[in-house]
Each structure stands twice: as structure tokens, then as C-alpha cells.
């Protein structure tokens, strides 16, 4: 996809501009995994920090289309009142998610596949207390340090099988689906580290790798990190993608409660923009900006 032949709208060049890093991995041939636990995660293989520019696009947030830049922002007001309450989230949150991508993307079906909260707070105490079973879902986390997309091809179509599978086993059967993230932020604004996203027509110029996922209860050591595992190639994996300038970065500062980023991982049609990379980053803007907290939940959108 030539980034050169994109058609970006004037609007665009307007945007306030805030230069900042953003991790990206290094080009080689090395072993790239990551690895998550209570409150922390770690990559293997190398990674490098870019100075980029990303766009503020929140005076002009009716701009963007999911199907277009790879994602989008609305209104979404919630139920939730307090997204600490695990109980409470567990009972609202995900028929909430389900029902506003439904009306954001004019699926037949959605379902959600679990929640996660991120925060930009030190999270020292909470990552070092062991956790017996750790399932990665409802938990506290920082917020991802790397550009990246959750799932990769391989990943997103075994995902959309199972939950079409498991949902609907009497079906008709789905000629489309769509894995995406709807992201909300619930401390006040201006937030510390927001969330940057890639226009996903422009994430297709540098080098991409798989960085299969692997859930533990601690971090193994450096060597075995690096250790063979069978069947590694059938596990869950997401893309992380090498540092390319042409690559436009976008975020929406001061997010309120009541907004939602709606962004996709992987769209199985790829007549339109399919995905979108994305990372924490820490913005300049703002000298006494609060503590970022989040919650993000992935859902899978089935056309049949």
C-alpha cells in the first residue's frame, strides 16, 4: 500500500502537532516474545525509541472512519461508575462494549472477549505480589510501551472461529469478521500517557514480527525466555512493527469519560483499512497532567 497515493484530507495538515518517542522493535532476525504477569510485562528481542510526530485529532474527532484511518471516536456514555468495582464491571461492561460496536460498525453479531484496566501509576507494589494462575483478563496493568496490533492474521482468524463457534453453533456461518479494541479512559483529563494510533493505511512500509503471548505467573529467566517451545507457531500472537517514518500517528487529548476509541486488530475484509497499531506514549502537552487510567475490551464483530 504506497503511502504516497493516500489521499489525506487538508483538515489533517491543520492538526496541532506534538513531537514525542515511541518504542518500536529493531529490524534482525531475533526471537520476539512477550511475556505477562500481574502488573508487569516483558519483550524479548530488541527494541529502539523514535522521536515521531503524533497528531492531535480531538478538535476534529468527526473526522475519522473506522473503515477508513482504522479507527474511530464517539460517545459512548456508560453505566459503570466506578471501573475499580470488578463486580460491577463484570456485570455492565462487556453487553455495553457489545451493543456500541454493533451500532459503530453495522455488524450482525458481536461479542466481547474480555476487559483489562491499564494505568500510567506506579504499579511496583501490585507487580510484585506473586499471582498463583494468572489469566491476564480483569486485571491492572501498564499501559503497552511498544507500537504494536494485538492479534496477527494467524491469531485473529483462530480467535473469530472459536467465538463464532462457541456463540452461535448453529449459525449460518460469517463472510466477515472484525477483532477490534473499544478503549476508554476514566481519570480526568489531560492524561499523562494516552493512547497513539496509527492510520492504518500508512503501518504497512517497515518490518512487521510476530510476538507470541505467553501468560505466566513470573518471568522466566533470560535463557529460558529464549528456550524452544512446540507448537509456538499455532499460539496467540500480535504484530509489532519497526520504526517507519511514513507512518501517521494520531491520539485524542483530553478524552472524557464518555468517549471511546474504537480501533481495529484485524479486519478480514481488506477491500478497507484492516488494522491499526498502536502504544502509550507520554504527552508533552500538558505540565500537570493526571494520572492515565483505562480500560480497553476486545470484542470480535461477525457480518453473516
Given at each position: 500500500m504506497a503511502t504516497a497515493a493516500i489521499p489525506y484530507d487538508d483538515i489533517e495538515d491543520s492538526a496541532r502537532q506534538v513531537r514525542t518517542m515511541i518504542r518500536f522493535v529493531d529490524p534482525g532476525d531475533f526471537l520476539t516474545r512477550r511475556y505477562v504477569s500481574a502488573g508487569k510485562e516483558m519483550n524479548t528481542g530488541t527494541y529502539s525509541d523514535h522521536e515521531v510526530t503524533v497528531r492531535d485529532g480531538m478538535p476534529m474527532r468527526d473526522h475519522f472512519e473506522l473503515d477508513v484511518h482504522g479507527f474511530r471516536i464517539a460517545r459512548c456514555p456508560t453505566a459503570v461508575t466506578d471501573?475499580?468495582?470488578?463486580?460491577?464491571?463484570?456485570?455492565?461492561?462487556?453487553s455495553e462494549v457489545e451493543a456500541a460496536v454493533k451500532r459503530l460498525t453495522g455488524a450482525d453479531k458481536v461479542v466481547a472477549r474480555g476487559?483489562?484496566?491499564r494505568t500510567s501509576a506506579d504499579l511496583t507494589e501490585h507487580a510484585s505480589k506473586k499471582v498463583e494462575g494468572y489469566t491476564h483478563s480483569g486485571g491492572l496493568q501498564p499501559p503497552a510501551g511498544?507500537?504494536?496490533?494485538?492479534?496477527?492474521?494467524?491469531?485473529?482468524?483462530?480467535?473469530?472461529?472459536?467465538?463464532?463457534?462457541?456463540?452461535?453453533?448453529?449459525?449460518?456461518?460469517?463472510?466477515?469478521?472484525?477483532v477490534s479494541s473499544f478503549w476508554r479512559t476514566f481519570s480526568p483529563p489531560p492524561q499523562?500517557?494516552?493512547?497513539?494510533?496509527?492510520?492504518?493505511?500508512?503501518?504497512?512500509?517497515?518490518?512487521?514480527?510476530?510476538?507470541?503471548?505467553?501468560?505466566?505467573?513470573?518471568?522466566?529467566?533470560?535463557?529460558?525466555?529464549?528456550?524452544?517451545?512446540?507448537?509456538?507457531?499455532?499460539?496467540l500472537a500480535a504484530s509489532i512493527f519497526s520504526h517507519n517514518?511514513?507512518?501517521r500517528w494520531w491520539y485524542f487529548s483530553?478524552?472524557?469519560?464518555?468517549?471511546?476509541?474504537?480501533?481495529?486488530?484485524?479486519?478480514?475484509?481488506?477491500?478497507?483499512?484492516?488494522?491499526?497499531?498502536h502504544t502509550a506514549f507520554?504527552?508533552?502537552?500538558?505540565?500537570?497532567?493526571?494520572?492515565?487510567?483505562?480500560?480497553?475490551?476486545?470484542?470480535?464483530?461477525?457480518?453473516?
Open positions: 471501573f475499580h468495582d470488578k463486580e460491577m464491571v463484570e456485570r455492565l461492561y462487556e476487559w483489562m484496566l511498544e507500537a504494536h496490533v494485538d492479534t496477527n492474521t494467524a491469531t485473529a482468524r483462530m480467535m473469530a472461529d472459536a467465538t463464532y463457534k462457541k456463540h452461535f453453533p448453529d449459525g449460518s456461518g460469517y463472510k466477515r469478521f472484525l499523562d500517557v494516552p493512547l497513539a494510533v496509527c492510520d492504518g493505511r500508512t503501518s504497512f512500509g517497515g518490518e512487521e514480527k510476530s510476538n507470541t503471548l505467553f501468560i505466566v505467573d513470573e518471568f522466566p529467566s533470560e535463557e529460558d525466555a529464549q528456550k524452544p517451545v512446540e507448537g509456538e507457531d499455532k499460539m517514518p511514513a507512518m483530553n478524552m472524557q469519560a464518555d468517549d471511546a476509541l474504537l480501533f481495529k486488530f484485524h479486519d478480514s475484509d481488506h477491500s478497507k483499512t484492516w488494522r491499526c497499531p507520554i504527552d508533552p502537552s500538558f505540565a500537570a497532567a493526571n494520572i492515565r487510567e483505562s480500560i480497553e475490551c476486545r470484542s470480535v464483530a461477525f457480518w453473516e
